[in-house]
């Protein structure tokens, strides 16, 4: 009934006391003969060659089957080792079998698992067990069996009879169930996403999907799907790297994809489960999309337009919801900053003079910092409001200057955006190395907090960004 493997691994058996017929099992192109026991059918798997095979048993299974069983794995010289397991008629039995299960395994083990004969509860106990012990030891869960023999039309007592007077056994299929037994893996990747934004179980569980129908259909393979892992995986390290670029771009081209993967996952069952994902993360995306004007990366000059900010703005709140502060402020910040650009460029400092070199671009990392530490200064951002010392770019400071003052709802605007968002990304940034280190003041309630401060922040520099002056085209 549970798992299998090579040289130091196992796969086990739970064999109840019931009574077995001779069938002739069949697997792709593999039929075993007849054989009374589905156990030695997979045993003689051609990929199993030197795996040792533990069975588990009842005190019935026991008594009935084992001395037969052993005989037959003998006789063929398969290595056969058993274990006792209970019933299972109370709660501790169950989790007793549970522990014994545990104890069948190392760690890393190949498995190849056949639950062809549980009895009422123990299969469930079994496959459950075994979900388990994959994470905890590493499993490698090769394949997952299943001998059908109530496929056999009159089965069993029709059979029998017919078995009796003509001795030749009738094939019935072997069931590859492994594709099903992932299923709790799937779980485990949309909870991973729902949660925290990460792809990486979903990408695990679509990678093997994906190079098996490129290595079978070639030019054929559905580029949707074949290319579906990697796509996932670049808005994920979008994500996590705050590639403000990237983030919109990356989630755009899933979202289209999204639409032939769910048509594509009716042609493969191992895809089936994407057909009950796609739309579910396509919704997801969708808001990291929404004022995207295409699949193409933002360029330099796009930064400081409405679309990019409000995109940002969108990325924030999106990490927020996952529980990913540091992220999240990091995106806000660079609105901010681009906040600051678009100010300046309203007050006409498009380019920063530079002693015998050419002028900064209002597009270069060296303009948005500038203007960014000039407004800190002018507003009061931190602390109290002072004019920058610059003597080469005087006539920019004072235009800057002249602007913000006439303007006082969009500097007020800035000054609070600014100094709530650069106050919370100094704290994560530097890991708390600063009074709430000192005075050992960090815990749950002080996350809860910054997570709380971390959604009024996107309220302010939201309302920073509807306040912007329109942007002039070139």
Request: hydrophobic share 40%; aromatic share 8%.
């Amino acid at each position: 009934m549970w798992g299998a493997g090579r040289d130091h691994g196992s796969r086990a058996v739970c064999l109840p006391g019931n009574d077995y017929l001779d069938v002739d099992y069949r697997l792709d192109d593999y039929t075993s003969g007849a054989q009374k026991f589905v156990q030695v059918a997979i045993a003689r798997l051609p990929e199993l060659e030197g795996a040792r095979t533990v069975i588990a048993l009842t005190e019935g299974a026991r008594k009935k089957h084992w001395k037969e069983l052993a005989d037959r794995f003998a006789e063929r010289k398969l290595a056969l080792t058993a274990i006792d397991i209970k019933d299972g008629r109370s709660d501790d039995e169950l989790w007793e079998n549970f522990d014994t299960i545990g104890s069948v395994f190392s760690q890393g083990d190949e498995v190849w698992f056949d639950l062809t004969h549980g009895f009422r509860s123990l299969s469930a106990t079994a496959i459950l067990a075994i979900g388990f012990f994959r994470h905890v030891k590493k499993l490698k869960i090769a394949r997952v069996f299943y001998g059908a023999a109530e496929t056999i039309p009159g089965w069993m007592q029709d059979y029998k009879m017919r078995l009796a007077e003509t001795r030749i056994a009738e094939e019935a299929p072997i069931f590859d169930l492994t594709e099903m037994f992932s299923l709790p893996a799937w779980a485990e990747a949309v909870t991973e996403w729902q949660r925290t934004g990460r792809a990486d179980g979903l990408i695990d569980q679509t990678r093997p999907i994906a190079q098996i129908l490129g290595r079978k259909l070639k030019r054929d393979a559905p580029s949707s799907i074949t290319t579906l892992p990697a796509v996932l995986g670049s808005l994920s390290d979008a994500l996590t790297l705050v590639r403000h670029d990237q983030i919109a771009a990356t989630a755009t081209a899933i979202h289209r994809q999204l639409e032939d993967v769910k048509l594509q996952a009716k042609t493969a069952p191992a895809l089936t489960p994407w057909g009950h994902l796609a739309e579910l993360i396509a919704a997801d995306v969708s808001t990291l999309t929404v004022f995207a004007d295409g699949s193409s990366p933002w360029t330099n000059e796009q930064v400081v337009t409405d679309a990019y900010l409000r995109n940002e703005i969108a990325g924030a709140r999106w990490l927020q919801q996952r529980r990913r502060p540091v992220e999240a402020f990091c995106i806000l910040r660079e609105v901010v900053t681009s906040c600051a650009v678009r100010i300046a460029l309203a007050a006409g400092v498009t380019n920063l003079p530079q002693p015998e070199k050419p002028p900064v671009a209002s597009d270069e990392e060296a303009f948005r910092s500038t203007v960014d530490r000039w407004l800190m200064n002018l507003s009061g951002a931190r602390g109290k409001p002072s004019a920058p010392i610059d003597n080469a770019r005087a006539s920019e400071i004072g235009r800057l200057q002249t602007f913000a003052n006439g303007h006082p709802e969009l500097s007020s605007a800035w000054k609070e955006a600014a100094s709530l968002v650069s106050l919370h990304r100094n704290k994560l940034d530097h890991a708390w190395t600063g009074r709430e280190h000192s005075n050992g003041t960090f815990n749950s309630e002080l996350l809860k907090k910054i997570l709380s401060e971390l959604n009024g922040s996107i309220t302010l520099v939201a309302a920073l960004v509807a306040l912007l002056p329109p942007l002039e085209s070139p």
